[in-house]
Each structure stands twice: as C-alpha cells, then as structure tokens.
C-alpha cells in the first residue's frame, strides 16, 4: 500500500493509550480496513524520518502471531502506523466486558504470545518490551495477535522523553535498571496470564474491583519530585510535555499521582514487585497444576533462572494448549 493520510478515512476511535490514539479507518483506493495509530512525536524532523526508517522493519515480519503492517508515514507533527485491524480488539477490553477468561483460551493467548516473542526474537532479534493485555489482539476469526513491540530504537527512546510513566508489568529486573531481555517479556507475560484468568489487575488491592487497579498510572513518579525516587536505578523522569498531554485514558482508573497523595503507591508498588514473593494463579487448586507452574515459571524474579520463550514453548502447559481442542472462533463469537 501506498499510504497517504488523505486515503484514510476515520470510521470509528478504537481506543487511546500512552503514546497516542488508535483509529479504525479505511484506506480508500483500495477498500482495506486498517488500524491507525497515531503517534505524538516531539523529535527533530533527521528523528521522525529515522523512525521511520526503523518502522520499515515491520514490513519484514511475517507471523501469523503478529499483527501485520501496512505502512507508516509522517503526519506533522504525528506519526501514523497503519496496521491490521482487529476487529475483537485487546484482551483487556475483552476480559472488562465478559469477566474472566477461561483457563483454556489463556492457554492458547500463552502459546500465542511465547510463539509471536519467540519469532520476533529468532528472526529478527526484537524484544517487544511492552507485553500486556492492551497489546494482545483478537479478531472473530478467533486469532489472537501482539502488537505495539519495540521496532524502533529512536521511537523507544521519544517516547520515553515525552511521557512520563512507568508500566506495572515491569519486570524486577528492569524496575532495578538492568538492561530489558527476552525474560523481561516473559515476566510481562505471567502478569498479563494471571489478569486474564482472574479478570483483574495481580497487584491491586481489592478481588472484586477492577476500577481500582494500578495497571498504569498517569504522572508516574513525579518530575517535580526525582529526587524522591527511592528505587535505585529507575531512570529519571525527564517530561518535555506535562502530564495532562495524556488524554483521560486513565480517569477510570480512579488514581492519580498529580495531587501527590498517591506517589508512594507508585513506589510502593514497584518495590513490591522488587521485594515481595511474585503473584500466583490463585487460589490453589481452582486452575490446572500446570498452568501454575507455568505462570510460576514466568515469575521467578531472578531473570537467569527465568526461561526464554523458546524454552517456555515447550512447557507441559503450552504442549497441553498446542492439542487444546479449544474453538476459539466460537469463543470469539460469545463476545
Ligand atoms: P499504552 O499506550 O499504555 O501501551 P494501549 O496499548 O492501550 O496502552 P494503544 O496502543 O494506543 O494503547 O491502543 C489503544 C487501544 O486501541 C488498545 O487498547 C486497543 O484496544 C486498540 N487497538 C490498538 N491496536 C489495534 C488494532 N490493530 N486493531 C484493533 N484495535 C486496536
Ligand atoms: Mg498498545
């Protein structure tokens, strides 16, 4: 496709995040339905044009357990990133509107995000870096997709210098300030599996109030406060916008950091994760033992003893949802 924001036209908003907004739109010339992100970018145009540059990888990566690319082109001051559509959206979406997913179809997202990280990896040496259940999609087809992985060294790093935020999928080893592998994405991974069957947040206070969790939060860790920063190792905050730049994709979360009252949770949350046992299927006994060994798996805090994708593809678990009759189609259809 030769894509011109022109061609595009908007059909519906499909949701907004960190970095920017998603779009349902349709490129005109040819009929495709695709899904627009927009990227606001506050980088020097020789910037833009490198991660732009960088993007053309994603044309490169063909796997049926990642989302496909369409092209990506500047939109001053944006970056849009035209991609497949989804038409059953993420999982956190999915697990809000019908509760929590049965154990078997978070088999099958198990085996299809270790399969997407695993290809990414071997092929083309890509961490995805932000594993989570807004970046797992799923179409009525019953296929399920990662998308939004870390592609672009100089987009990474924008991003970074423009929002303020810290994700709670975050590995230990990463809140610590090691440099991000391929197990950092499996920590992220056994967080979002243990979302997913339980229908909420791991860390969050209360079982039976998703409104409340702290899967992100807006103002993360102060700029006006760095030094309050009791963890070693975070990077420093370093906004060039304010906060409030992000729209309200947060407001239902019912936390916010900017009256300061809640910045300890922050911090108390990630040295948590540092410091506390990690989370685990439970209660004991209400999933399948090998589903708790392998989220276990994926949870161990030290990252050296934690298994690779590849090596995680052959888990009993993941064998037992590799046969998994399981209709996933069907099941897309309940929803
Ligand atoms: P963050 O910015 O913190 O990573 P996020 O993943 O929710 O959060 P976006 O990546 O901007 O933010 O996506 C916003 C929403 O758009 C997602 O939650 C998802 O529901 C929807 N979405 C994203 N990509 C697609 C797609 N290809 N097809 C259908 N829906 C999509
Ligand atoms: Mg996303």
Not at 205 to 221: A, I, P, R
Request: one cysteine or more; charged letters at 25%; proline letters at 6%.
């Amino acid at each position: 496709y030769d894509l011109k924001n022109e061609d595009l036209k908007d059909l519906q908003e499909l949701g907004q995040g960190n970095g920017g907004s998603v779009k349902k739109v349709q490129h005109v010339p040819s009929e495709k339905i695709m899904a627009k992100k927009i990227v606001l970018i506050d980088a020097k145009p020789a910037v833009r044009k490198q991660i732009l540059r960088e993007l053309q990888i994603m044309h490169d990566c063909n796997s049926k357990y990642i989302i496909s690319f369409y092209g990506a082109f500047l939109a001053d001051p944006n970056i849009c990133i035209c991609m497949e559509f989804m038409d059953k959206g993420s999982l956190d979406g999915i697990y809000k509107k019908i509760g929590p997913i049965e154990i078997e179809v978070v088999g099958k997202v198990a085996l299809a995000v270790l399969e997407g990280l695993t290809y990414l990896y071997d092929v083309h040496r890509i961490i995805h870096r932000d594993i989570k259940p807004s970046n797992i999609l799923c179409n009525s087809q019953g296929e399920i997709k990662i998308c939004d992985f870390g592609v672009s060294g100089e987009l990474i790093n924008s991003i970074a210098d423009t929002f303020v935020g810290t994700s709670t999928y975050m590995s230990p080893e990463r809140i610590q300030g090691a440099q991000y592998t391929v197990k950092s994405d499996v920590w992220s991974l056994g967080i979002s599996l243990i979302e997913l069957a339980l229908g909420r947040f791991p860390f969050s206070e209360s079982s039976d109030d998703s409104d409340s969790d702290l899967s992100d939060f807006e103002g993360t860790l102060s700029p006006a406060r760095p030094g309050s920063l009791a963890l070693n190792g975070l990077p420093p905050a370093r906004p060039k916008k304010t906060p409030t730049q992000k729209k309200d994709k947060r407001k239902s979360k019912g936390v916010s950091l900017q009256g300061g009252g809640m910045t300890m949770s922050i911090l108390e949350l990630l040295q948590h994760i540092v410091n506390e046992p990690a989370p685990r299927l439970t209660p004991e006994g209400r999933f399948p033992k090998e589903a708790e060994a392998f989220v276990d798996a994926c949870l161990l805090k030290d990252p050296d003893a934690r298994m690779t994708p590849k090596d995680l593809l052959k888990h009993d678990w993941i064998e037992e949802s590799k046969v998994s009759e399981i209709d996933l189609e069907a099941w897309a259809g309940t929803f």
